[in-house]
């Protein structure tokens, strides 16, 4: 099974909200690169089809965590499937159309120079990282409040953001810490 393929059984079998199959039809359409977008330019997924293997990554890492004893017993974090499928698979929305494939000239080992292709960041919509995953959703479909801090701090402390702001989600909303955790996990260790 493709990762696409993977995504859509997860995607529909999991997610029923008024406004999800619209967002799937977006996914699906020439105005999105969803399905064959890298997931950064040269870090973790830098390559066609890793931003759809990102999202599977951390959503496998998201299921994992949370069916933890612990996780479950001790911290009381207890997800639905639709949640837990949103935020994990949706988390980076804000990288749909935004990388695009240039040329570059680099010096192979035999000394000859070579035309490259290599992957450059170009958003049209800059509006920040999660808060844009937040907005591109908001517009199809109604997320928590909990999904939604989810999101938008995902990248937990490794992001731009006032790290009292991280702090403040995680302890208010248990999801942020449990996504950003699954995020690292996938891009640190299962995309190594």
């Keep these: 099974m493709s990762f696409k393929e993977k995504f859509l059984s997860i995607y529909r079998e999991n997610i029923k909200r008024e406004g999800s199959e619209k967002l799937l039809d977006y996914l699906l359409s020439p105005a999105s690169d969803f ?7 040269r870090f973790h997924g830098s390559y066609e089809g890793g931003l759809v293997e990102h999202s599977i990554n951390v959503y496998e890492c998201l299921v994992d965590y949370l069916s933890r004893d612990r996780v479950k017993d001790v911290y009381g974090l207890e997800y639905s499937a639709e949640s837990i499928a949103i935020v994990a698979l949706l988390h980076d929305l804000c990288k749909v159309n935004v990388y695009k494939t240039s040329m570059r000239n680099v010096k192979g080992e035999d000394g000859i120079w070579r035309s490259v292709p290599f992957y450059e960041f170009c958003d ?38 006032d790290v009292r702001n991280v702090g403040d989600s995680f302890e208010k909303f248990p999801l942020s810490f449990a996504l950003a955790t699954a ?3 996938a891009s640190f260790f299962v995309e190594k």
């Design 124 to 161: 049209e919509l800059p509006y920040g990282h999660g808060e844009k995953s937040v907005y591109i959703i908001s517009g199809y479909m109604k997320l928590t409040r909990e999904e939604a801090f989810a999101i938008r701090y995902h990248m937990g402390f490794s992001g731009n953001d």
């Design 35 to 41: 399905f064959t977008a890298p997931a950064s330019t």
């Design 183 to 185: 995020d690292s996990e």
